[in-house]
């Protein structure tokens, strides 16, 4: 079964390493790194915002978790948002 993550990062170079150390890794199958795109927020009582780059990761089922935990490591920010999630159907029409 397919699995997807997604990610941000504070510029496209950080997005580029993690997702060649990722595929590198065989941890993932294929990155896409979208943006530049515009992030709004409250963090420690402050609202900003900043310029990011959005990154979804291509990867499967079984290594979903291993990819995340290595993807935090990997990661710039202090406490990334690292979204992960089994997908349960594909455009040819498989289901799990």
Known sequence: MSALI???FPDRDSARAAARTLLDEKLIACAN???PIESIFD???ERGSAEEIGALFKTNEDLLD????RLEVLHPYDTPAIL???CDSSADGTRA
Do not use: E, V
Not at 66 to 69: D, E, K, L, M, V
């Open 33 to 35: 790194l979208l943006g």
């Open 66 to 69: 291993r990819a995340i935990t």
């Open 43 to 45: 963090w420690q009582g």
């Open 6 to 8: 997604w990610c941000p």
């Open 84 to 86: 992960g999630w089994r």
